[in-house]
């Protein structure tokens, strides 16, 4: 299956206008962002599990990255709450499930070869922060290395919001309020993917907005095997 396989294009969707589509484990559905496989893929997604529902014990080849966005993630490393920040590298293994259900946004096989870094974050534990010379806006890092940036950011309100010449593209997904790229309105689980090269160059909400981004290298090149 390919969506959205080119990366040297724009990319945009507004998974909440979408539905729900049936993963092979009772319970699980998704909205698929894009993605290059079949079941073993590199994807991006955002997932519903519902209430017990648990997928069987497998090995993340690719590395799996994910924030909770509703409800709590388990697995038999611990229970995840809305805000948890999780990276499981290639080569780990878990049993995933939700015994309230959760809602998770999640990318697969888009870790570099070498990476092993594990990482378990409660984002609300980490402050915001101005970010220096962008006007209106404040971040939270969630995971830095030489070639890929995870935040969190949160924009004011109607605040302008430029980032230019991006060498490896971008990714951001909405988690609350609204912005508009061009003439294109971004709520809640609206998610952009720009190419390398682009310019960001969007306007929040009357509300403000608050985003999860991703830069620098934002795809693996290598895929599923």
């Not at 648990?54 to 909770?68: D, I, M, N």
């Not at 999780?86 to 809602?103: D, E, L, M, Q």
């Amino acid at each position: 299956m390919e969506l959205n396989a080119d990366y040297g294009r724009r990319a945009a969707v507004h998974a909440a206008s979408l539905d729900w589509a049936p993963s092979p484990i009772a319970g699980v559905d998704r909205r698929m962002l894009d993605r290059v496989g079949g079941e073993v893929a590199r994807a991006t997604s955002i997932v519903r599990y519902a209430p017990n529902s648990r997928f069987s014990p497998h090995t993340h080849g690719g590395g799996e990255e994910f924030l909770v966005l509703d409800g709590v993630f388990q697995d038999e490393h611990g229970d995840f709450p809305a805000g948890s920040y999780i990276r499981n590298p290639p080569g780990t293994r878990h049993t995933p499930g939700s015994a309230p259900g959760c809602v998770i946004f999640v990318k697969l096989w888009q870790f570099d070869a070498a990476d092993r870094a594990q990482i378990r974050l409660d984002t609300a534990a980490v402050p915001f922060a101005p970010a220096k010379g962008r006007p209106g806006v404040e971040i939270k890092t969630l995971f830095h290395s030489g070639c890929e940036d995870v935040r969190l950011e949160q924009w004011g309100p109607s605040a302008h919001v430029t980032l230019g010449d991006l060498p490896d593209g971008i990714e951001v997904l909405v988690l609350d309020g609204s912005f508009t790229d061009a003439d294109e309105a971004f709520t809640t689980e609206s998610w952009l993917r720009l190419p390398k090269g682009a310019t960001l160059d969007v306007v929040a909400g009357a509300e403000g907005c608050r985003v999860w981004v991703k830069a620098g290298r934002a795809i693996s090149p290598e895929l599923p095997k």
